[in-house]
């Protein structure tokens, strides 16, 4: 099986409709055992029910603006296991009123936070785990938007945490490779998930896409987690720094 033998930590996830959990079901169906956190117990209920019947380790709740909160849980993680092979990084955040009001209105406060749990929660994860990532080599994944590319309406502050997020994982990749460890951004197009209910005109993002993608039709989340299965697995052992579009072919075409 791809992922046999491979350890590999979901940070974060929301419950069953969300990117993680499509993730975390590709990587079990390949062979992982699967590490699981959520941001809270708002969400623990529902996350710790579906991981029920996998063989996967519940490293509890994790809020990714405290580096203490990171720190504990990858001490919880490395009471259990003596390696990590991959780490796919999820959380995205922007306040409501930043992705409405226009980007130029954008608040100090508001995109601090929304680089802080979009973009730099990559970075402080990547740091702690690297000490259980560095044991074997591994596979670091974070997910993206081409709205970190164009300018989409309504993504706004959202867009600019994508570019920073991408940007990231090129240097990661830089600093990462002599350790044999890779890092790569898959940029998904519009699925509909809780965070997808946060944007404004979500809707016209979602059906828009089927019109220009070459391939006519949305994507599922599964789709991105079997991406993100080969991004983890041997198979893509020659690819890093790469952001990988799984968006039905709408990032290739122009007007
Ligand atoms: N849904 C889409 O259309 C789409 C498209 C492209 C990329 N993405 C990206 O995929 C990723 C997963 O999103 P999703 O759509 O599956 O929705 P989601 O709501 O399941 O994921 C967002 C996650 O961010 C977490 N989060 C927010 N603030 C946090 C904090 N302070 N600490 C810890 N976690 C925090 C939430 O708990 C949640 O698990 C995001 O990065 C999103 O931008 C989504």
New binding site residues.
């Given amino acids: 099986m791809l992922l046999q033998d491979k350890t590999i930590l979901i940070?974060?996830?929301?419950?069953k409709?969300?990117?993680?959990?499509?993730i975390a079901q590709s990587f079990a169906q390949h062979g992982a055992k699967v590490a699981y956190?959520?941001?809270?117990e708002r969400?623990g209920n529902e996350v710790r029910k579906l991981f029920e019947p996998l063989d996967s380790i519940d490293v509890g709740e994790?809020?990714?603006?405290?580096d203490e909160?990171i720190d504990k849980l990858i001490e919880r993680l490395g009471n259990k296991v003596d390696a990590l092979d991959g780490l796919v990084?999820?959380?995205?955040?922007a306040k409501e009123e930043d992705l409405s009001n226009g980007f130029i209105n954008t608040s100090r406060d508001g995109f601090k936070l929304a680089l802080?749990?979009?973009c730099y929660?990559l970075v402080a994860l990547s740091r702690s785990a690297l000490p259980l990532m560095e044991v074997r080599g591994g596979s670091i994944i974070?997910?993206?938007?081409?709205?970190g590319e164009k300018a989409v309406k309504n993504y706004d502050v959202?867009g600019v945490a994508?570019s920073a997020?991408e940007s990231s994982i090129r240097y990661l990749a830089v600093d990462l490779g002599p350790k044999n460890i890779r890092a790569n951004a898959?940029?998904?197009?519009?699925?509909?998930?809780?965070?997808?209910?946060?944007?404004k005109n979500?809707s016209d993002?979602?059906e828009g896409m089927k019109d220009k993608a070459p391939l006519k039709r949305n994507i599922t989340?599964s789709e991105?987690g079997g991406t993100a299965a080969f991004l983890c697995s041997e198979l893509a052992s020659g690819i890093t720094g790469e952001v990988l579009h799984v968006?039905a072919g709408y990032h290739a075409v122009g007007v």
């Fill in positions: 940070a974060n996830i929301s419950g409709r969300s990117t993680g959990w499509a956190t959520y941001q809270n969400f994790c809020d990714v603006t405290s909160d990084h999820t959380p995205a955040f802080d749990i979009s929660s974070a997910l993206s938007y081409i709205g959202m994508k997020l898959i940029s998904a197009g519009p699925m509909r998930t809780l965070a997808a209910r946060g944007l979500f993002m979602y989340t991105v968006d």
